[in-house]
C-alpha cells in the first residue's frame, strides 16, 4: 500500500499541488518532486532523497573554514558590540547584530546554535563578550572546545540539556519532520528561554511570480519551507509563543532568482553580472517586499511559556 502523504506544516493529508523543482546551486538539474500545502501554504519535499549528503560538498557554504580575527581585533569587536547596545553607533555593522539584539540575552547567557556550519557566528558573538556559547551540527568539519565556545558533531534531538536562547540560522528548512525539530527545540529551553529561526518562508512575493525558479527552493536541500502561519502554529503547539516576526529578505531573492531563470548556477553566479541601477532596483524592491511582509525569508523569535 501507497502510505498516506501529510503535511510537515499542520498535517493536512488532502490534495496538493505537486511540481518537479530542481538541483540549482551546483547545477546539477536533478529533478525533485515537491508538494505545497493548500491548507497551510507550507512547501515540502515529497521524498527525502537517501543520499541527501551528496548534495552538501565540502566547499558548501556553511562549511567553509573559520575565519579567525587577531587578538586585537577581538578587542575592537567587543568595544564595537557595547557602543552598539549602548546606541552610540549603529552604522556600518555586522549583519548578525541584527539578528541577536532582539535576544533577551546576557553575556553569560547560554546560547545554542543548531546547524552552526563551521560556526563563525557563535565565534563572532564570542568576540562580542558572549562566554557561554554550543554549536551543533551533524556534519562539523572539526569539534573544538575553547574558552567560551564549544563546538560539537552530534545531531541536537539527542541533546539532554537546557538553554537561555537557541538559534537556528537557515537550518531550520534542511530538517524533516519540522514538528518533531520544534517539540525538541522547547525541550531545550529553559522556561522564559528564547528560541530564534531564521527560515525561508513561502508567504513570499517571488514565490508566488517565479515559482520553481525561486533560489530558496534549493532543491534538495531545502526538505521543507514553511509558511508564518505554519510555523507559528508549530511553536504554539509545544508552548513557544510567536513574540515577533522581522522580514529580512535582500536583494539576492531577486537577483539570483533571475540568474537561475537563464539557466545559471548558484556557483557561477556573480553580482558583476548586473548593472549598479540593476542592484539598487533590487535592494529597493526587498525593502517594500519586508515592509509589506512578503519578503522570501524571516527572522521568528519564540518565548517559552
Given amino acids: 500500500m501507497t ?3 501529510a503535511c510537515w506544516g499542520c498535517g493536512n493529508t488532502g490534495s496538493f499541488r505537486y511540481f518537479k523543482a530542481f538541483e540549482r546551486m551546483y547545477g546539477l538539474k536533478q529533478e525533485f518532486l515537491y508538494f505545497e ?7 515540502q519535499i515529497d521524498e527525502t532523497p537517501e543520499n541527501l549528503g551528496d548534495f552538501y ?6 562549511f567553509t573554514p573559520l575565519n579567525r580575527s587577531s587578538p586585537i581585533k577581538i578587542v575592537l569587536k567587543k568595544w564595537r558590540w557595547k557602543l552598539f547596545k549602548s546606541n552610540i553607533i549603529k552604522w556600518k555593522i555586522p549583519e548578525y547584530y541584527d539578528w541577536i539584539k532582539n535576544l ?23 568576540s562580542c563578550g558572549f562566554t557561554n556559547l554550543y554549536g551543533y551540527d551533524p556534519f562539523l568539519q572539526e569539534e573544538y572546545d575553547e574558552s567560551g565556545l564549544k563546538m560539537i558533531k552530534t545531531d541536537f534531538m539527542s541533546l539532554d540539556l537546557q538553554f537561555d536562547a537557541v538559534m537556528l540560522h537557515h537550518s531550520f528548512e534542511h530538517m524533516s519532520d519540522p514538528t518533531k525539530v520544534m517539540e525538541k527545540l522547547s525541550t531545550l529551553l529553559k522556561k522564559g528561554g528564547e528560541l530564534l529561526v531564521r527560515v525561508p518562508v513561502s508567504d513570499s512575493q517571488i514565490w508566488q511570480e517565479e ?13 521543507f519551507i514553511p509558511s ?7 511553536g504554539d503547539k509545544f508552548g513557544l509563543k510567536l513574540k515577533k516576526l522581522i522580514f529580512d529578505s535582500n536583494e539576492f531573492q531577486i537577483l539570483i532568482t533571475k540568474h537561475y531563470k537563464k539557466g545559471g548556477s548558484l556557483v557561477n553566479f556573480s553580482i558583476e553580472s548586473f548593472t549598479s541601477e540593476e ?9 517594500k517586499y519586508n515592509e509589506k511582509e512578503v519578503g522570501d525569508q524571516a527572522c521568528f523569535y519564540f518565548e517559552k511559556l
Wanted: glycine share 4%; hydrophobic share 40%; proline share 4%.
Fill in 3 to 5: 502510505a498516506i502523504k
Fill in 37 to 43: 500545502c493548500p491548507k497551510c501554504r507550507s512547501i
Fill in 57 to 62: 560538498s565540502t566547499d558548501y557554504y556553511a
Fill in 104 to 126: 533577551n540575552i546576557l553575556p553569560e547567557s547560554k546560547i545554542a546554535d543548531i546547524g552552526c556550519g563551521n560556526g563563525q557566528l557563535l565565534y563572532e558573538m564570542r
Fill in 211 to 223: 515559482d520553481i525558479n525561486w533560489f530558496q527552493l534549493d532543491a534538495p536541500r531545502h526538505l
Fill in 228 to 234: 508564518v502561519r505554519s510555523l507559528k502554529a508549530m
Fill in 279 to 287: 542592484i539598487t532596483q533590487a535592494m529597493e524592491m526587498a525593502k
